[in-house]
């Protein structure tokens, strides 16, 4: 069955690196696209970014600059990498199958929580 | 961005409808789904397309809209639906989510 796994650190200092590991089963990455969405706590999602099937990226135009999604096939594995981190940078980040105009995020991992403090 | 927009909370009676509405900043077509998020859960998709329900999700849920006006139903409400709804358009990039809808039993 469709599962998506996150992994990272669960705190990270302000002025940093945050780097994640979405883990994904039962799809190929060369046919879905994965997105990372996430959302302070008490708030609604907030898009992120995508790895699409073919190996592109887009990101949202308020995180680019800090932002970097990358994948490893051999591995089921897609990437985030946002740099700079800040306060309200706290939440809880997801990747999610993403599927588009079509259904939109069909199938979403558990989620990894992750706060910025010194 | 495309800013959708939808009522803070509503409060309902088991067994009774809970409607909630969604409005789109401009034009999303069909392409708006809704997601149900319980307390420290990560968002189920319910319905995809403005109507179509998800895999395995009950038919007491249903959507209907298109355009920039959208409406989500749970008829009728059972005491397992209190969460937060979500509408999200994927019509554009990038992908927006409304602020959600706190579903409340009265």
């Known amino acids: 069955q469709v599962q998506l796994k996150e992994s990272g650190p669960g705190l990270v200092q302000p002025s940093e690196t945050l780097s994640l590991t979405c883990t994904v089963s039962?799809?190929?990455?060369?046919?879905?696209?994965v997105s990372w969405v996430r959302q302070p706590s008490g708030k609604g999602p907030e898009w992120m970014g995508r790895?699409?099937?073919?190996?592109?990226?887009a990101y949202n135009s308020a995180l680019k600059s800090r932002l970097s999604i990358s994948r490893d096939t051999s591995k089921n594995q897609v990437f985030l990498k946002m740099n700079s981190l800040q306060t309200d940078d706290t939440g809880t980040y997801y990747c999610?199958?993403?599927?588009?105009?079509?259904?939109?995020?069909?199938?979403w991992g558990q989620g990894v929580m992750v706060t910025v403090s010194s | 961005d495309i800013v959708l927009t939808q009522s803070p909370a509503l409060a309902v009676s088991l067994g009774q409808r809970a409607t909630i509405s969604c409005r789109a900043s401009e034009s999303v077509r069909s392409s708006m789904h809704w997601y149900q998020q319980k307390s420290g859960q990560q968002p189920k998709l319910l319905i995809y397309g403005a109507s179509n329900l998800a895999s395995g999700v009950p038919a007491r849920f249903s959507g209907s809209g298109s355009g920039t006006d959208f409406t989500f139903t749970i008829d009728p409400v059972e005491a397992d639906d209190i969460a937060t709804y979500y509408c999200?358009?994927?019509?554009?990039?990038?992908?927006?989510f409304g602020s959600g809808t706190k579903l409340e039993i009265k």
């Open positions: 999610t199958r993403d599927l588009m105009g079509i259904t939109g995020f069909d199938y």
């Open positions: 999200q358009q994927s019509r554009n990039d990038p992908p927006t």
């Open positions: 039962g799809f190929s990455l060369t046919s879905y696209s």
């Open positions: 790895m699409w099937y073919d190996g592109d990226t």
